[in-house]
């Protein structure tokens, strides 16, 4: 939501920062955003474009916990990074070692594990 509230070119951003990638959203994210974009106002107009650019990202089942809990667990080995501009989940993803992309200025960032 975070790139559609404030427009950055994120996927050329990315690519400079690490290289080709394929993004991947968890289903239990996409409920959450569906939930957002089921209200009014920017937010869930923030939610909906959000769902639209993400309908190409390949998608992973949840396992039932808390959903920053199953970011970090899907991210966990394998060279992954998580995208977001939430402080605690950044947090706690940089205690786990996994590498973090954000927004900083505008433009796309990444916090290393």
């Known amino acids: 939501m ?14 400079d920062l690490i290289g080709k990638f394929q993004p ?4 239990c994210v996409r409920a959450e955003l569906k939930r957002i974009a089921s209200g009014r106002g920017d937010r869930s107009r923030a939610a ?3 769902l639209e650019l993400s309908s190409a990202f390949r998608r992973q089942p949840c396992g039932g916990a ?3 809990d199953e970011i970090v667990s899907a991210t966990v080995g394998g060279g992954r ?12 993803a940089s205690a786990a070692h996994i590498p973090v992309i ?5 433009r796309v960032a990444l916090k290393s594990a």
């Open 81 to 92: 990074a998580i995208a977001t501009t939430d402080h605690e989940l950044s947090r706690t």
């Open 66 to 68: 808390r959903v920053d």
């Open 24 to 27: 991947v959203m968890l289903d």
């Open 2 to 15: 975070a790139v559609v509230e404030r427009p950055t070119a994120w996927q050329e951003d990315i690519i």
């Open 48 to 50: 909906r474009v959000a």
């Open 102 to 106: 954000t927004l900083r200025k505008g």
